[in-house]
C-alpha cells in the first residue's frame, strides 16, 4: 500500500523538494507536472497537495508566487504579476460567498429546529452583510484606481511638457548663446578698429 501525499517517503515530506526546485527557480522559469510529479513521487495532476504546501512555503519564505500554465505546469510569476493574480483570488472568493448566500437563503426551514433556523438565518445575514462590506470596499478600490490612474496620466502629461519646455528653453539659450558670441565679436572688432584709428 502506497503513502499518502503528507506523509513522509522516506525521511522527508513530498512537498521538500518540491520546494527546493522552486526556491532555485528564476523569474518566469517553468516547471512541468512531469518535473513536479517526479520530484514529489506521486502523479501531481491527480494530487496536487505537494505542490500547494510548496508553493505556500515559497510565497512566504521567499515572497515569490507561482502561476499555472495551463496542460503544462507552473512559473515563477513576476512580482508585477503579483497584483492580478490576488485580484483573481479575490473574484474567486467573491463567487463562494455568493453561492454560501445563496445556498443559505434556498433553505427549506421546514425540516430544522427553531434553533437551526434561527442560526442558518444568523448565518445568512453575516454572510450577506460581509458581502455588501466587501463590495463596498471593491467600490472604493476601484475609486481609488482609478484616480491613480488618473494622477500618472497627469504626471506623464506634465513631464512630457517638462520635457518640451526644457527643449525649447535649451534652444533659446543656444540661439542667445550665439547671438551673444556674434555681439562679442562686432564689439571686439569695433574696439580694434577704434584702436587702429
Do not use: C
Not at 517553468?30 to 514529489?40: K, N, R, W
Not at 496536487?48 to 512559473?75: D, I, T
Amino acid at each position: 500500500m502506497g503513502t499518502k501525499p503528507f506523509e513522509p517517503k522516506g525521511d522527508v515530506a513530498r512537498w521538500v523538494p518540491v520546494y527546493e526546485r522552486l526556491r532555485d527557480m528564476t523569474i518566469g522559469e517553468v516547471i512541468t507536472y512531469a518535473e513536479l510529479s517526479e520530484l514529489s513521487g506521486i502523479d501531481i495532476t491527480q494530487d496536487r497537495s505537494p505542490f500547494v504546501r510548496a508553493a505556500k512555503e515559497l510565497l512566504e519564505q521567499n515572497q515569490r508566487a507561482m502561476k499555472n500554465l495551463v496542460e503544462e505546469g507552473y512559473a515563477v510569476a513576476h512580482p508585477s504579476e503579483q497584483t492580478e493574480m490576488a485580484r483573481h483570488q479575490t473574484k474567486k472568493a467573491s463567487r463562494r460567498l455568493k453561492s454560501a448566500i445563496k445556498i443559505l437563503g434556498n433553505t427549506d426551514y421546514n425540516y430544522l429546529t427553531p434553533q437551526q433556523r434561527r442560526h442558518s438565518e444568523v448565518r445568512h445575514e453575516q454572510l450577506t452583510a460581509q458581502q455588501d462590506m466587501i463590495q463596498r470596499l471593491a467600490r472604493r478600490q476601484d475609486q481609488l484606481e482609478e484616480g491613480l490612474k488618473a494622477a500618472r496620466k497627469e504626471t506623464q502629461s506634465v513631464r512630457r511638457e517638462t520635457k518640451e519646455t526644457t527643449a525649447e528653453l535649451a534652444e533659446r539659450v543656444e540661439k542667445q548663446g550665439e547671438t551673444l558670441n556674434r555681439l562679442q565679436k562686432m564689439l571686439l572688432e569695433r574696439s580694434e578698429t577704434s584702436d587702429v584709428g
